[in-house]
C-alpha cells in the first residue's frame, strides 16, 4: 500500500477570512479535571468489594482520575486498510484468462488510502455490526471505485498517463484491455457481494446490491460523470450544475460506501438515513479538497497529474469561487457532515469523525 500522509488531519492549518468557518480542533481529550480528597478525623482504610483503600491522609491531596486514551486514526487506518488489502487480494487471484486478470489486479491493489472500504466498514460497526459482514461490500465499493479510475484514465476521458504514482491501467496494458478490466471488476463487484455476504438477511442483501446499482449508474455516477464532461470548455457552468456534477460523480459511491455498511450492520431506517446525509456530504467535501490540491499541489505530491483540470478548461470550485472561498466551503461541509453524527455513540462515531476530518485535510 502506499504511503498515506496523516500530517494534515493532525495538524491542519487554517487561514484566517471574514466568513464564519468551522474548525474542528482534533479528538485529542482535555484534561480531566483533578478531584480533591480531604483529611477525616481518623485515618481508618475504607472496604469495598473488592478492594481496600488506606486513608493515611495527614495533608490534602488530589487523586487523578483516569484519562481514556484518544482515539488512533492511524493505527486505525492502517489495521483496517491491511484487511481490505488482503480481501481484494483473495477476492481477485491471478488465474485464467491471465491477461484480464492482472490488469484487474494491477490498478485494484496498487495501493491507496481505501478511504470507501474503510468508511463501509466504520459504519457497520458504528450500528453495531462485524466488519466481517461489510467486508465483502467494502471490497465491492473499491473494485467499483478501480473501475471509474480506470475508465475516467482512458484517452478518451480524461487520456490520464499517471495513477497513484505509476502509469494507469491502458498505457500498461493498452485501452482494450483496460476497458475490459474495469467492466470485469464492476460485474464482479455484484457477484461478490452475493456470494461472499456472511451473516446479513437476504433482503438486506438486495437492498444493498439496489443501493450500489442507483450510486453507479445513470442517477450517480455515471450521471455526474456525462454532465462534467459535456460542461469542458462552457463559460456559463454556475455552482448549481458544479454540485450536480460533484455529487453525482464522487459523493455518489462514497455515499454506497456508507450506507452500505449501515445496511450490513443492521441499522435502522432513521440510522442510515443519518449516515446518508453525512456521507454526502463528506462526498462533496473529498471533491472539494480535490479540486483544491489540484492547483495547490505538484504530480509528485498527489501520485497523478496535478493541473489536468485547468488544462481542460474543467469548472472547478476554485475557478468559481477562489481558494479561500473553497476552503471555507470545505470546512462548513465537515462541520455539517460531525453533525449528523452527534447521536451516535461517539466512541464507536470517532472513526467516521476522524475520516470526515482527513478527507478534509488531506494532502494527496
Known amino acids: 500500500m502506499s504511503a498515506v500522509n496523516f500530517n494534515a488531519w493532525l495538524h491542519p492549518s487554517f487561514t484566517r477570512s471574514r466568513s464564519p468557518t468551522f474548525l474542528f480542533r482534533g479528538l485529542t481529550s482535555s484534561r480531566i479535571p483533578s478531584v480533591t480528597v480531604t483529611k477525616r478525623p481518623r485515618d481508618k482504610?475504607?472496604?469495598f468489594a473488592s478492594f481496600t483503600v488506606s486513608a493515611v491522609l495527614t495533608k490534602e491531596e488530589t487523586v487523578e482520575t483516569e484519562e481514556k486514551p484518544a482515539f488512533n486514526f492511524k493505527s486505525y487506518m492502517v489495521e483496517k486498510a491491511a484487511a481490505v488489502n488482503q480481501a481484494l487480494d483473495d477476492a481477485v487471484p491471478l488465474r485464467e484468462p491471465l491477461r484480464i486478470h492482472e490488469a484487474m489486479r494491477y490498478s485494484l491493489l496498487a495501493g491507496g488510502k481505501r478511504v470507501r472500504p474503510?468508511?463501509?466498514i466504520a459504519a457497520c460497526e458504528l450500528v453495531g455490526g462485524a466488519a466481517a459482514t461489510a467486508m465483502p461490500a467494502a471490497c465491492a465499493v473499491e473494485m467499483i471505485h478501480t473501475m471509474s479510475l480506470?475508465?475516467?484514465d482512458l484517452p478518451c476521458m480524461d487520456n490520464d498517463d499517471l495513477r497513484r504514482g505509476k502509469p494507469t491501467n491502458h498505457k500498461v496494458f493498452d485501452e482494450d484491455v483496460a476497458v475490459l478490466a474495469g467492466d470485469a471488476l464492476?460485474?464482479?463487484s455484484f457477484e461478490h457481494i452475493a456470494g461472499a455476504t456472511i451473516g446479513?438477511?437476504?433482503?438486506r442483501i438486495v437492498r444493498a446490491l439496489g443501493e450500489l446499482?442507483?450510486?453507479?449508474?445513470a442517477e450517480g455516477l455515471v450521471a455526474g460523470q456525462v454532465v462534467d464532461i459535456k460542461s469542458e470548455g462552457l463559460e456559463n457552468v454556475g455552482l448549481e450544475r458544479l454540485e450536480f456534477i460533484h455529487i453525482h460523480k464522487t459523493a455518489a459511491l462514497l455515499e454506497a460506501a456508507v450506507v452500505l455498511g449501515a445496511i450490513f450492520g443492521g441499522g435502522t431506517d432513521e440510522e442510515i438515513e443519518k449516515l446518508r446525509k453525512f456521507a454526502?456530504?463528506?462526498?462533496?467535501?473529498?471533491?472539494?479538497v480535490d479540486d483544491i490540491l489540484d492547483v495547490t499541489k505538484s504530480s509528485h505530491e498527489l501520485g497523478k497529474t496535478a493541473g489536468k483540470d485547468l488544462t481542460a478548461d474543467k469548472v472547478t470550485y476554485p475557478k468559481l469561487l477562489g481558494i479561500e472561498k473553497s476552503k471555507e466551503f470545505a470546512a462548513k461541509l465537515n462541520k455539517d457532515a460531525h453533525d449528523q453524527l452527534s447521536g451516535f455513540d461517539p466512541v464507536k462515531a470517532a472513526p467516521l469523525i476522524a475520516l470526515a476530518n482527513y478527507i478534509a485535510y488531506r494532502q494527496n
Do not use: E, K, T
Open 186 to 188: 464492476l460485474a464482479f
Open 118 to 120: 474503510v468508511l463501509c
Open 45 to 47: 482504610p475504607y472496604s
Open 200 to 203: 446479513a438477511s437476504p433482503p
Open 213 to 217: 446499482a442507483r450510486s453507479i449508474g
Open 150 to 152: 480506470i475508465h475516467d
Open 280 to 288: 454526502r456530504y463528506i462526498g462533496l467535501l473529498f471533491q472539494v
